[in-house]
């Protein structure tokens, strides 16, 4: 089973509200991601967790705040967005952060913000 | 700046035929290379990945790797108008030192297979 799971499937928030998304994995998977991809793009890396320790933080901007509280889950706080920030957000898990190691992807949260 | 490269196509091909995708990269250290297929407003879902020079076949699906021209290919043979997509081509390539590996991806290839 390589499931991953995100809630919700579609949120739509104001610049001033605060949500968060989550992630959830049962394969045992130590590293776990969020991707942003806007519409005809590429997903974009945004965050690495690597055994519920932050491994990579591209420059996202801080109303975006990431949290790893198990293993198991990856939530991701967000708080005055922008409209530019509307896109799907994926979360994905791998074995480990490793060379050789498949990630894969969970359904995505749409996100639209008024 | 690790790069991938891909035609972004469309690539056009009628029921039956072989679709080719090409996706070339920078970073001669990577190690792992993976073909991921979205269908539109949905996630990217796996469909092959390889490792060592050659040829890796599943089912109607062939990927190929040539680590010397830095090059990865995936056929599909028999295309039916559900392969019609957009794949993206991901090379895996990080710190080695730091144990600290992420994907770069291609801004993918669209594909049309017409009935």
């Known amino acids: 089973d390589t499931e991953v799971t995100q809630t919700p499937k579609h949120l739509v928030m104001g610049m001033t509200n605060k949500k968060s998304l989550k992630c959830e994995q049962h394969?045992?998977?130590?590293?776990m991601y969020w991707y942003k991809q806007k519409a005809k793009k590429p997903p974009e890396l945004m965050f690495v967790?690597?055994?519920?320790?932050?491994?990579i933080n591209e420059s996202v901007p801080s109303r975006f705040s990431p949290e790893c509280p198990n293993s198991s889950l990856l939530n991701l706080h967000l708080h005055a967005l922008q409209p530019e920030d509307s896109a799907l957000y994926l979360c994905?898990?791998?074995?480990?952060?490793?060379?050789?190691?498949?990630?894969?992807f969970g359904p995505g949260t749409r996100l639209t913000v008024l | 700046q690790k790069e991938v490269e891909q035609n972004s196509g469309p690539l056009s091909v009628p029921e039956g035929a072989i679709a080719s995708l090409n996706c070339t990269y920078s970073?001669?250290?990577?190690?792992?290379f993976f073909w991921y297929r979205q269908y539109s407003g949905k996630s990217p879902e796996l469909i092959m990945s390889?490792?060592?020079?050659g040829d890796k076949e599943d089912g109607r699906f062939t990927a190929q790797l040539n680590k010397a021209s830095q090059y990865v290919s995936l056929l599909i043979r028999d295309s039916q108008p559900s392969d019609s997509a957009t794949y993206l081509c991901?090379?895996?390539?990080?710190?080695?030192?730091?144990?600290?590996?992420?994907?770069?991806f291609g801004k993918g290839t669209k594909l049309s297979v017409i009935p």
């Open positions: 390889i490792y060592s020079n």
């Open positions: 991901a090379v895996n390539s990080g710190d080695s030192g730091a144990g600290s590996y992420q994907l770069t």
């Open positions: 970073d001669r250290g990577s190690q792992s």
């Open positions: 967790y690597s055994y519920e320790k932050l491994s």
């Open positions: 994905a898990s791998s074995q480990e952060q490793g060379s050789t190691d498949t990630q894969y």
């Open positions: 394969m045992g998977h130590r590293a």
